[in-house]
T-cell receptor, first 116, second 117 residues
């Protein structure tokens, strides 16, 4: 399978715990994006990487959130001291990073986080 | 900041009929791209169709076509000959054109399409 993969697919945790999600992009893609999607809503941009550099972070990304992309390959998104409001689907996408409309973002299946 | 609005939470269509989904957006930019994404119940987002703002011609992809009205900031999606497999959430999305903007997508709230056999 050469698509974007995410792990785990589902995560249930108790409030106050830390969680980490992983995203493996399509191998030749140098851009990687994280989005958050709450139930019944559209995805909201969180952050993106160009290779290993994190170039933009949304205001949605509080201090409890941290994302990394070591060596410009897979990425991790960590949430510390989870809150019930963090419950959502976390989507990862990757793209070639080219200019123009044909720089399609390919999405992974998402990680659904439930904070009890 | 750009915003995208989808005013129809849910649309129902009979199999083989046509349905049109509405999308409006707000931006001060002149160069941008618009997209429709499909999110089936399995929840993996798939690109359906894209439109470049500088092109007046409406994009078409098989049974999917758009009506792009730049002055009105409107970007509707028409699904013709609806099939059961078209049942999904559909999201309208905006992306700034300049590469420095990072290519991040701004999504609308989505429209659920139900297809009746």
């Amino acid at each position: 399978d050469t698509g974007v993969s995410q792990d785990p697919r589902h995560k249930i945790t108790k409030r106050g715990q830390n969680v980490t999600f992983r995203c493996d992009p399509i191998s030749e893609h140098n851009r990687l994006y994280w989005y958050r999607q709450t139930l019944g809503q559209g995805p909201e941009f969180l952050t993106y990487f160009q290779n290993e550099a994190q170039l933009e972070k949304s205001r949605l990304l509080s201090d409890r959130f941290s994302a990394e992309r070591p060596k410009g390959s897979f990425s991790t998104l960590e949430i510390q001291r989870t809150e019930q409001g963090d419950s959502a689907m976390y989507l990862c996408a990757s793209s070639m990073g080219l200019a123009g409309p044909y720089n399609e973002q390919f999405f992974g299946p998402g990680t659904r986080l439930t904070v009890l | 900041a750009q915003t995208v609005t989808q005013s129809q939470p849910e649309m129902s269509v009979q199999e083989a009929e046509t349905v049109t989904l509405s999308c409006t957006y707000d931006t001060s930019e002149s160069d941008y791209y618009l997209f429709w994404y499909k999110q089936p119940p399995s929840r993996q987002m798939i690109l359906v169709i894209r439109q470049e703002a500088y092109k007046q011609q409406n994009a078409t992809e098989n049974r999917f076509s758009v009506n792009f009205q730049k002055a009105a900031k409107s970007f509707s999606l028409k699904i013709s000959d609806s099939q059961l497999g078209d049942a999904a959430m559909y999201f309208c999305a905006y992306r700034s054109a300049p590469r420095a903007a990072g290519n991040k997508l701004t999504f609308g709230g989505g429209t659920r399409v139900l297809v009746k056999p």
